[in-house]
């Protein structure tokens, strides 16, 4: 009977983070410091090669010990919004003081040494919360895969989220797991890339991991098209497009004619000392499949980051870089591409300090640079700093202030918009410790 139930729970999408205890980047921990940048590379192999009482908690099927664990992180707390405009345009927008509720929910399910199945899901009230009876909050589906491992390759199927393109960051700043504009944005526009695809990495020497990622289908099925820049109208934003018909379908599917390929080689390496990754993002984007006389926007990202891991990883300074280029359509005919392209970068780092394991503080400042040909120089500028405290096993105190302030040109000051919050957030199961993770 007990194999029976196993083996159902087997056959259902179930699993935990993305990739085992380590797909994105950790939250520090009661039990371990924080961990502010991406994949704890070696997690994989923890989890492979866990001890003999830690098997014996699972159910044999078929010959194979079979492990189920739920997991979930659950924030609620408030922020408040200051809108200090100083631009020749007036903003009339009011601060305000909001409660917010956000939850990721989600199961990692392994079967022996190969096999491990991932399901995780988020209920997100928005930035201002939705109708508790009449509304709907919004239900992202996360990470939902089938990951295969033997003799130091991996192949990640399904919902995927490529390691290599997610930025260092400091865990301090992240008590909305990274759903809020002030780390949103930044994150996006460098090229992170979660969505329908194939992931395939290689370790080649310890700590080294050679990876692949092909991401095909509408653009909303990636998270990679959100950096195509450039005008489309009458939308600023390529990717705004086949997204703004979600809803409008009766399917709830986005606009069909539109089509991305996006492949991504990249490097990562894990050391004690350091962490270090690089990747090339290639996109090609079809803005009508229903025509073969239209032009294809095509572009590329570089990304790289740096992140150092002192005193047993109390200390992390980290680092990124990114620089994006893409064609941009005709304004007057958008079968036909204009003489301007589109070109991006994002710059930033930070550090963390988490001195003991229940307390610690970080920050963050993140500068990001796009224009169209000759058009308008748009800068951004992102600065984070929060602490955290946790004074139950499995529920931290945060607090964060943060601030984005925009420039036209050389003109400052545009748009600038300060929050400062204070969450409680609390985690259940040991996935659920990265529960920070974007």
């Known amino acids: 009977m007990r194999a029976a139930i196993a083996l159902t729970c087997l ?12 797909a994105d980047h950790p939250a520090p921990t009661a039990v ?4 502010s940048s991406p994949i704890p590379e070696g997690a994989a192999e923890e989890a492979s090669s866990s001890s003999e009482d830690e098997e014996e908690e699972g159910l044999e099927v078929l010959g194979e010990r079979l492990q189920v664990e739920p997991y979930a992180t659950i924030v609620g707390g408030a922020y408040g919004q200051f809108i200090m405009n100083r631009s020749d345009v007036p903003d009339d927008r009011e601060d305000r003081f909001t409660t917010v509720a956000l939850t990721r929910i989600g199961l990692r399910a392994r079967w022996g040494r190969h096999v491990t199945l991932v399901s995780e899901l988020e209920l997100n009230a ?4 939705t109708s508790v009876w009449e509304g709907q909050a919004a239900i992202q589906v996360r990470n939902q895969l089938l990951r295969l491992e033997w003799e130091g390759l991996q192949v990640d199927v399904g919902r995927i989220t490529d390691p290599a393109s997610l930025d260092y960051f400091s865990a301090y700043v992240a008590n909305m797991l990274l759903t809020d504009d002030l780390t949103r944005f930044p994150l996006l526009v460098s090229g992170f890339n979660r969505g329908n695809g194939v992931l395939a990495r290689y370790e080649l020497f310890e700590g080294f991991h050679l990876g692949f990622t092909v991401n095909a289908g509408n653009p909303t099925s990636t998270t990679g098209t959100v950096m195509i820049g ?3 109208p009458p939308f600023a934003r390529f990717y705004e497009v086949p997204w703004s018909n979600v809803g409008r379908d009766a399917r709830g599917f986005p606009t069909s004619s539109f089509h ?10 894990e050391h004690e000392y350091v962490r270090a990754q690089a990747a090339f993002q290639y996109f090609d984007a079809n803005t009508n499949t229903s025509s073969s006389s239209d032009a294809h926007i095509d572009g590329y990202n570089l990304r790289a980051g740096v992140e150092g891991r002192i005193w047993d990883g109390r200390i992390r300074p980290f680092v990124n870089a990114s620089r994006v280029q893409n064609d941009v359509v005709d304004p007057t005919d958008l079968g036909r591409l204009s ?15 988490n001195i003991v394991p229940t307390f610690g503080v970080g920050g963050q400042y993140v500068w990001v640079r796009e224009q169209q040909g000759n058009g308008t120089l748009q800068q951004r500028h992102f600065v984070n700093a929060g602490a955290s405290f946790s004074f139950i096993e499995g529920v931290w105190l945060d607090a964060r202030y943060g601030f984005q302030s925009g420039c036209e040109d050389w003109t400052c000051g545009v748009n600038e918009e300060h929050r400062a919050y204070l969450t409680l957030r609390g985690m259940l199961g040991g996935v659920g410790q990265t529960g920070r993770r974007p």
């Open 260 to 269: 991305v390929v996006l492949l991504s080689p990249s490097v990562t390496f």
């Open 339 to 353: 003489d301007e392209c589109y070109e991006a970068y994002t710059v930033g780092g930070g550090l963390d300090l």
């Open 230 to 232: 450039g005008t489309f």
């Open 11 to 22: 056959l259902i999408p179930v699993g935990a983070a993305a990739q085992p205890m380590a």
């Open 32 to 35: 371990s410091p924080a961990a």
């Open 126 to 129: 928005g930035p201002y919360g």
